[in-house]
């Protein structure tokens, strides 16, 4: 199984993370990012049974959200 996530490419922070919540809305139900926390939004990928056997990304682990991004599409295509 495959899940087609957005590229963060060209986006900014909160528009990429609507696009992710749109793209991922059949796997579960994940939280709008609120705040410019955007670590503590992404954690909640990190585990989630939702996405099956893909092992997003700690968020923790990166400094920079387009770097997770970039990591965090590729795990999961």
């Known amino acids: 199984m495959s899940i087609h996530l957005t ?3 060209g986006l900014e922070l909160r528009d990429w993370a ?8 059949d796997l579960g139900a ?5 705040s ?8 909640q990928f990190v585990g989630n049974t939702g996405l099956g056997t893909y092992s997003p990304p700690n968020p923790y682990q990166f400094d920079n959200w387009q770097n997770w991004a970039e990591r965090f599409v ?4």
């Not at 994940?30 to 609120?34: C, H, M, N, T, V």
């Not at 410019?36 to 992404?42: H, T």
């Open 7 to 9: 590229l963060p490419v």
């Open 18 to 25: 609507d696009q992710v919540i749109l793209d991922l809305d």
């Open 30 to 34: 994940f939280g709008k990012l609120e």
């Open 36 to 43: 410019d926390e955007w670590q503590d939004w992404a954690v």
């Open 74 to 77: 590729d795990t999961l295509s």
